[in-house]
C-alpha cells in the first residue's frame, strides 16, 4: 500500500514525458502546432490511462481486497458516475448544436468535443488516485484542456503574441492575488483591494504630477499601499468574521478620499492626467524588454514573486506560522504565535502587493483612473478560490493561486478569441466557478461534525 | 457574555441593545437632514424619500434572511438579482407578455423564488460554501443581465407611473413597505424564524435539536427571493425604465444597510426595525450629503461617507459587548423615543422658522402656528381642514395624541415595571417630556387660534 503513490507519480512522470516526446516528434515533422498538441496530449491521456489500468489497478484490489465489493461494472458506474454523466451530457449538447446549427458539424469542433470528454474522463480517472494537492491536479488539467481547446478553435491562440499578452494580464491577476492568498489562508477576505489598485494608480500619477522622482514617488506609495493594509488589519482583528465588509468599507473610504485630494484644484474630477516615466511604461507595457530580451517586466516580476511566495510559504518560520494560524487558532496560540502580528502583518502586505500593481497598471495603460481595479473585485476572489485555497483558513497556497490565474487568464482568452463579448464571459465565469469549487471543495455535512 | 447571570426578562433588551447604534445615528442624520433642507418633511420630500428608499429597505430585508441563516453567507447577488428581475420583467411588458400588476408581481416573484431556489439547493446538497455561490451568482447574473439588455432603457407599464412619481407621502410603494416590513414582524414570530436564528448561531447545536436544517436553509433563501423580487418591484417603479448596471452598487449598499441595522454577518442575529433604519440611514447619508453640492467631487465624497460610516458602525458593534453591562439597563425603545422627542423639537424648530415669515409675506395675517407647524407633515389636505375648523380641530388633536401618549406610556410602564431593567420613574419623565411636546406644540395655537389659515406651507 506504501509504494502505491509513488507508483501512480511514476506513471504520471512517464506519460508526461511519452507526451512531451511525441510533442517534439510533432515538431520537428513540421506538424502545426495545434495538431502536435492535441496528439500529444492524446497520448498523455493514453498512457496514464494504461498505467493507472495495468500498473496502479491491480495493487489497489490487492490493497482493498479485503473490504470486499460488487460487481465490477458496479463499482466502475459508483466511481465515475459523474463523469460518465457530464461526458452524455457533453455528447448530447454537441449532437443538439450539431441538428440545429448549420456548419456546426466540423471536424474541429469534433475534436473539441471528443477532448471535453476524454478530459472529464481522464480528470474523473485520475483525481481518485491523487489524494494531496488534488485541487491543483483538476485546474492544471482544465488549463491543459482549455489551452489545447484554444489553440483548436482559435487562430493565433498558441502564437507567441498571444501567449505574451496573456501572461501580462495574469502577471496584474496574480499580483492582486497575493495579498488575497495570504489572507484568505488566516481564514479571512481583503475585498479593498480592488479600491488600493485604483487609488495607488491614480495617486502615484498625481504624486509624480507634483515633482517628485518617480522612484521615490512609487515608494511612498507602496508604503501608503501598507499603510491601509495595516489599517485594514488592526481594525478587523477584532471583526475577523466580517473582514469581508469591514475590508469593504475602507476600501470606499480609500478610493473616495483619494479623488477628493487628487481632484481639488482640478477642474477634471476623477481624473488625473500626466506624464508616465518610461521605465516605468516600459515594466509593464507589451512591448517592454528585458535586459534586451522581448519580455515584459511584469512577466518576470510576476514569476519571481511567484517563486518567492511558493518557496517562503514552504521553507519559511513565517510561512508555516501561517499555516499553523489558518489551520487551529488554538493550537497555533499554544505554540505562542501570535495570532495579531500575522494577522496585520498579511493585510499590510495585502496593500503593499496591491499597491505596486496599480503602480504597474499605470504603466501599462499611460493614463491614471480610479476604476482600473475593479474588474479585481471579484477576480482575485474567484482566482484563489479557483485554484484551490480554502477561504476558511489554513489550507493551499500561491502556487494553487497561480493555477487559478492562469485558469481564469486562459478562459477569457478563449472566450474572447470564439467572439463572446464582455457580458457572456462574465456570465460563463459564474457558471464555471461552482463546478470547479464544487469538484474539490465541498464542506462536510453536519452529522460529521458532531 | 456578562449578561448570562441576569434574570430573562432582561436579556430582551440586551440582546437587542445593538439597535441603539442604528437609532442614535438615525435621529443624527435626521436633525442634520432637516437642518440642512427642511423640504425633506414635506409631503413631497417624505414621499420622494419613500420612493427611493424602498428597494433598498427590501433589498436589505432579502440580505437578512439570508445572514441570519449564517455560515457567513452574505448574498451577493442581491444587486444583480434585482437588476436581473427588473430588465426581465421591462423587456417582457415591451414584448406585450404580461402587463396587469398581477402578471407583473406573479413574474417577478417567481424568477426571485426560482434563483433563491436554486442557489439554496446548490448550497444544502453540493455544499459549497454559500458566498462562492452567491459570488457565481453575482457573475452569470450580471453577465446575463447585459445580454437581455444592452443598456439602461425600455418603459414601465402605464400603472406603475405614478408610483414612483413621489409626491404624496400614501403610494402603494410605501404599502409595499409596509405590507413587507409587517410580513417579517410576523415571520419573527413564527417557530420557523427560531429555528433560522438557532441555525445561524450554532449550526451543530440544531441539528442535533432535530432542525431540519435543509430546509430551513432553503426557507431563508426563498424568503429572500420574495423580498428581492419586490425590492425589483419597487426599483422598476422608481427608475420607471430597465436598468442592468445597477447590480454592483446596489450590492454594495444593501450589505452597508445591513451592516449598519445591526445584523450580524456571523449569522443568528438580525431584526426588521435594525435594517429599516440602516436602509433610511443610507438614504439619509446620501440625502444630507446631496445638500451640501460638492459639485464634481459629490460621488466621491459619498464613497467616503459610506466607508467611514460602515467601518464605524462596524467597530461600534464590536465595543458594545464591552458596553453592555452599563447598556443592559437601556431599552432600545425608550432610547428611541427620547431621541424622537429630540428630533420632533428640531424638525419643529426647523419647519417652524421656515414657514412663519412666509405666512406673514402671504399678507394673509398671522397664520394659526400650530396649523402651520402641523401642516409640516400633511400639508395639502390636513392644513385645509384645519382652517376650516381651527377653533375644534385642535383640542381634539391635543386631546388624542396626549391619550394616545399617555396609553403608550402607561403600557411600557407597566410592562418593564415587573423587571429590574429600568424604573417606572422613567417612564414618568419620557410621559411628562411628551405632554410638555405637545403643550409647546400647541401653545403657539392658542395666540393666533382667530386668524384665518393659509396654505402657504404647501408651497
Same mark, same amino acid.
Given at each position: 500500500m506504501r509504494a502505491l503513490p509513488l507508483l501512480r507519480w511514476i506513471g504520471l512522470g512517464v506519460a508526461l514525458l511519452i507526451a512531451a516526446i511525441s510533442f517534439g516528434l510533432g515538431l520537428w515533422q513540421n506538424l502545426p502546432a495545434q495538431q502536435a498538441m492535441f496528439y500529444a496530449a492524446a497520448t498523455f491521456a493514453a498512457v496514464a490511462w494504461g498505467w493507472h489500468h495495468y500498473a496502479v489497478r491491480p495493487g489497489e484490489h490487492a490493497a482493498s481486497s479485503g473490504a470486499g465489493s460488487g460487481g465490477k461494472s458496479g463499482e466502475f458506474w459508483r466511481r465515475y458516475r459523474a463523469a460518465i454523466i457530464a461526458g452524455v451530457l457533453i455528447i448530447a449538447v454537441f449532437l443538439i448544436a450539431s441538428a440545429a446549427i448549420d456548419g456546426f458539424f466540423t471536424w474541429l469542433n469534433i475534436i473539441a468535443c471528443l477532448v471535453l470528454v476524454a478530459l472529464i474522463f481522464l480528470s474523473a480517472g485520475l483525481s481518485g488516485l491523487i489524494v494531496a494537492n488534488r485541487s491543483a491536479f483538476i485546474g492544471l488539467i482544465v488549463l491543459g484542456g482549455l489551452f489545447i481547446l484554444g489553440a483548436l478553435k482559435v487562430d493565433g491562440f498558441a502564437s507567441g503574441a498571444n501567449l505574451k499578452s496573456m501572461l501580462v494580464f495574469a502577471s496584474f491577476l496574480g499580483l492582486a492575488c497575493v495579498g488575497q492568498t495570504l489572507v484568505a489562508l488566516l481564514g479571512g477576505l481583503d475585498l479593498s483591494i480592488p479600491f488600493v489598485i485604483g487609488s495607488a494608480n491614480v495617486g502615484l500619477l498625481y504624486i509624480m504630477g507634483l515633482g517628485v522622482p518617480s522612484v521615490i514617488a512609487i515608494i511612498l506609495i507602496l508604503l501608503l499601499g501598507a499603510l491601509v493594509g495595516l489599517i485594514n488589519g488592526i481594525l478587523s482583528f477584532r471583526l475577523q468574521g466580517q473582514a469581508l465588509i469591514l475590508t469593504l468599507g475602507v476600501g470606499f473610504a480609500i478610493s473616495g478620499g483619494t479623488q477628493i485630494l487628487t481632484s481639488? +484644484?482640478?477642474?477634471?474630477? +476623477?481624473n488625473v492626467f500626466g506624464q508616465v516615466p518610461d521605465w516605468l511604461k516600459n515594466l509593464a507595457a507589451m512591448n517592454g524588454q528585458t535586459f534586451g530580451l522581448d519580455v515584459p517586466p511584469v512577466i518576470l516580476i510576476w514569476i519571481a514573486v511567484a517563486i518567492l511566495m511558493v518557496l517562503g510559504m514552504k521553507n519559511t518560520v513565517y510561512g508555516r506560522y501561517l499555516y499553523a494560524l489558518g489551520g487551529n487558532r488554538t493550537s497555533a496560540a499554544r505554540m505562542s504565535i501570535s495570532e495579531r502580528r500575522y494577522w496585520i502583518g498579511v493585510y499590510v502586505i495585502s496593500g503593499a502587493v496591491s499597491a505596486l500593481t496599480g503602480a504597474l497598471l499605470l504603466g501599462w495603460s499611460g493614463g491614471g483612473f480610479i476604476g482600473v481595479g475593479q474588474p479585481y473585485l471579484f477576480m482575485t476572489l474567484a482566482a484563489v478560490v479557483i485554484g484551490g485555497t480554502s477561504l476558511l483558513g489554513g489550507n493551499g497556497g500561491y502556487g494553487f493561486t497561480v493555477i487559478g490565474v492562469l485558469v481564469l487568464q486562459v478562459l477569457t482568452s478563449f472566450l474572447v478569441g470564439i467572439g463572446l463579448t464582455y457580458e457572456w464571459q462574465q456570465f460563463i465565469f459564474g457558471l464555471l466557478i461552482l463546478p470547479m469549487v464544487a469538484l474539490y471543495a465541498r464542506s462536510p455535512h453536519v452529522r460529521t461534525q458532531i | 457574555m456578562s449578561g448570562t447571570a441576569a434574570a430573562p426578562r432582561t436579556t430582551g433588551s440586551a440582546t437587542s441593545a445593538y439597535l441603539l447604534v442604528p437609532i442614535l445615528l438615525f435621529f443624527a442624520l435626521l436633525i442634520v437632514a432637516v437642518l440642512r433642507?427642511?423640504?425633506?418633511?414635506?409631503s413631497a420630500g417624505i414621499g420622494s424619500a419613500v420612493i427611493v428608499a424602498t428597494p433598498l429597505v427590501l433589498a436589505t430585508f432579502a440580505l437578512m434572511a439570508i445572514a441570519i441563516a449564517?455560515?457567513?453567507?452574505?448574498?451577493?447577488s442581491v444587486g444583480p438579482l434585482i437588476g436581473f428581475i427588473n430588465v426581465v420583467l421591462v423587456q417582457l411588458f415591451g414584448a406585450d407578455v404580461i402587463s396587469a400588476p398581477l402578471e407583473f408581481f406573479a413574474t417577478a416573484i417567481g424568477l426571485g423564488l426560482a434563483y433563491q431556489l436554486v442557489m439554496g439547493l446548490i448550497i444544502v446538497f /453540493?455544499? *459549497?460554501q454559500p458566498i462562492i455561490v452567491s459570488l457565481s451568482g453575482y457573475l452569470a447574473l450580471s453577465g446575463i443581465n447585459l445580454v437581455i439588455m444592452q443598456r439602461p432603457g425600455g418603459t414601465a407599464p402605464e400603472w406603475m407611473l405614478p408610483w414612483g412619481a413621489?409626491?404624496? /407621502?400614501?403610494s402603494p410603494v410605501l404599502a409595499m413597505l409596509v405590507v413587507a416590513t409587517g410580513a417579517w414582524l410576523l415571520f419573527a414570530r413564527t417557530a420557523f424564524f427560531g429555528h433560522l436564528r438557532l441555525m445561524g448561531s450554532d449550526e451543530r447545536a440544531a441539528y442535533t435539536a432535530g432542525v431540519h436544517i435543509g430546509i430551513v436553509r432553503i426557507g431563508a433563501h426563498l424568503i429572500a427571493g420574495v423580498y428581492a423580487a419586490l425590492a425589483a418591484i419597487a426599483y422598476t417603479a422608481l427608475i420607471s425604465s430597465g436598468d442592468p448596471t445597477q447590480g454592483t452598487t446596489y450590492t454594495l449598499i444593501s450589505v452597508t444597510a445591513l451592516v449598519l441595522g445591526g445584523t450580524s454577518l456571523a449569522g443568528g442575529r438580525g431584526g426588521a426595525i435594525g435594517s429599516l433604519l440602516g436602509a433610511l440611514n443610507i438614504y439619509l447619508i446620501t440625502y444630507v450629503l446631496a445638500t451640501f453640492s460638492f459639485g464634481e467631487v459629490q460621488s466621491f465624497v459619498t464613497d467616503l461617507a459610506y466607508g467611514t460610516i460602515l467601518v464605524c458602525s462596524l467597530l461600534l458593534t464590536v465595543a458594545l459587548p464591552r458596553l453592555q453591562s452599563t447598556l443592559?439597563? *437601556?431599552?432600545p425603545l425608550l432610547f428611541f423615543i427620547l431621541l424622537f422627542i429630540v428630533a420632533f423639537g428640531v424638525i419643529l424648530h426647523a419647519t417652524y422658522d421656515y414657514s412663519a415669515p412666509a405666512g406673514t409675506e402671504a399678507g394673509a395675517g398671522a397664520a394659526p402656528a400650530a396649523a402651520v407647524a402641523g401642516a409640516f407633515l400633511f400639508e395639502d389636505a390636513p392644513a385645509r381642514t384645519a382652517a376650516a375648523m381651527p377653533m375644534l380641530a385642535h383640542p381634539v388633536a391635543l386631546a388624542t395624541v396626549l391619550l394616545v401618549a399617555l396609553l403608550a406610556v402607561l403600557r411600557w410602564a407597566i410592562a418593564q415595571a415587573r423587571t429590574r431593567s429600568l424604573s417606572p420613574l422613567v417612564y414618568l419623565v419620557v410621559g411628562a417630556v411628551a405632554v410638555l411636546a405637545v403643550y409647546m406644540l400647541a401653545r403657539p395655537a392658542q395666540t393666533a387660534a382667530p386668524a384665518p389659515a393659509t396654505t402657504q406651507g404647501a408651497t
Open positions: 481639488i +484644484g482640478s477642474k477634471f474630477a +476623477g | 433642507s427642511p423640504h425633506l418633511i414635506t449564517g455560515r457567513g453567507s452574505v448574498d451577493l /453540493i455544499r *459549497v413621489g409626491t404624496s /407621502i400614501l443592559k439597563h *437601556v431599552s
